[in-house]
């Protein structure tokens, strides 16, 4: 016997399904142009079509868990595609064209006047493992080998940390390492700020003579 609780609750898990499922599509893509873009491939302007297909399997891959069923889609399709008034987060953006890099926002667009940036930055992923000890471990012994004299290991260590603690911020001063010999550390230093940083978010540059205006850790 279905009751009008049931009936309810039903209702109250498709309407999460749907939301969820359209806020993941809205952080997916942008539109622009009447065309649609993945945040990550800004250069292939996809159809409406496209996307539908994409998403599908996008969505059977990702959330085996619901009841994935051809209503379904149509709602969430239908709010995050064809809707204009509703949740902006449930809803496929228009991007203004741009591109920023916003360490301080963790969603793929960033929004201004009633459009989006898309968010360059992508946040490491061992940051999710939520590891917040002040250890360095083996990395220890590598910056002690690396700086002999305690005060300007500290003072790399320290402008490191506050790189870290404030992503967003660009900081006043930055290290030049520079040696006659290779084997002294720069690269692998380089390797690791990279990986704290997140690749993706990261470019290691291996000449000055191609940016004299930059900081370069050079091998």
Request: with cysteine.
């Amino acid at each position: 016997m279905i009751t009008n609780e049931t009936k309810t609750e039903e209702e109250t898990r498709t309407q999460h399904k749907i939301e969820v499922l359209s806020k993941a599509i809205s952080s997916w893509y942008v539109r622009r142009d009447s065309k649609f873009y993945d945040v990550n491939r800004l250069n292939t302007p996809l159809s409406k079509e496209d996307i539908e297909r994409a998403c599908i399997i996008r969505i059977r891959g990702g959330y085996e868990h619901f009841d994935i069923t051809p209503d379904l889609i149509k709602a969430v399709f239908n709010r995050a595609i064809v809707q204009m008034i509703g949740n902006p987060e449930q809803s496929i953006p228009v991007w203004n064209g741009s591109q920023v890099c916003s360490p301080d926002v963790l969603e793929r667009v960033v929004w201004k006047d009633g459009t989006v940036a898309v968010n360059t930055w992508t946040q490491p992923s061992y940051r999710s493992l939520r590891v917040n000890e002040a250890e360095l471990g083996v990395a220890a012994e590598f910056f002690e080998a690396m700086f002999a004299r305690e005060a300007e290991r500290e003072m790399v260590l320290n402008w490191l940390a506050w790189c870290l603690q404030n992503e967003a911020d660009k900081p006043m001063w930055a290290p030049f390492f520079y040696s006659r010999s290779k084997g002294t550390g720069k690269s692998t230093l380089c390797m690791l700020v990279g990986k704290l940083f997140g690749d993706e978010n990261t470019v290691t540059q291996n000449s000055i003579e191609k940016r004299l205006d930059c900081c370069v850790m050079t091998s």
